[in-house]
């Protein structure tokens, strides 16, 4: 949607729409010059979204610590320097509301106005799912590039595994879990929201083994089965946890 489009408080002016009023205030930039704006509806809701061209600086340089990102099932994330990012698993937890609006909805009759509300209440409920896990990939992933904080607190370099995502989710009894952590969405948000603040993001191959190598001296286990939760290191002794320990090796690669 192009033509004259003007940006408020609580309200924007769209060509043939008017004036709409917003349900979150003081969001969309006022001083800015507006390209397009694309409306769109989800499960009942109805959303603009606006094209703001603006001048960006050049980001300085973030001359913080080296920090290894570990993604996991348990926990979506594990970071070198001690956090822990919990995996919310909204689908787990709402999949049994889901299966039984799924069964309401295939129930009803066909065109019924029964049917359109059970399809409404259905989608809310797909719609409430996606956003919980939005909200945690978004709040997880600025978090650790921490773009808010100086630039000396901030990670000169994030370094991440390259995870084959669709060879992973061949396996049939980690399929659903790992689909819902949403892998590939948190590589891509921390590589567009590092580049803006000046972090460096780095992937690690794939067949490097990070949770076979103990971070403390370097050592490479044989083996490790995935449900050994403690890494213990028989050269040196060392007992950390897995992800943890992962996640260690990967700052020593940057």
Known sequence: MTGAIHVYPDAIQLPRLGLLRCKEHDYLPMNAKIGSATISEQAGRWFVSICVHAEQAEPEAATGPIIGV??????????SDGRTIDNPKALRKNLKKLKRLGR????????????????????????????????????????????????????????????????????????RAIAEVG?????????????RVGCEVKIVSR????????????????????????????????????????????????
């Open 70 to 79: 570990d993604l996991g099932i348990k926990a979506l994330a594990t970071c």
């Open 207 to 254: 067949w490097f083994p990070s949770s076979k190598t103990c971070s403390s001296c370097g050592t490479v286990k044989e083996t490790l089965a995935l449900s050994e939760r403690v890494f213990v290191c028989e050269d040196c002794g060392y007992v950390s946890d897995r992800d943890d320990n992962a996640a260690k090796t990967l700052a020593a690669t940057g």
């Open 183 to 195: 892998l590939y969405e948190f590589r891509r948000q921390v590589t567009y929201k590092a580049a």
């Open 104 to 175: 309401q909805h295939s129930r009803k009759v066909k065109g019924s106005h029964n049917r359109k509300k059970a399809q409404r209440k259905l989608a809310r409920m797909h719609a409430r799912i996606a956003n919980i896990r939005k909200d945690t990939l978004h709040k997880a992933t600025s978090s650790i590039v921490a773009k808010t904080k100086p630039s000396e607190e901030r990670p000169s370099v994030i370094v991440l595994e390259d995870l084959h995502v669709s060879g992973m989710l061949k396996n049939r009894k980690l399929s």
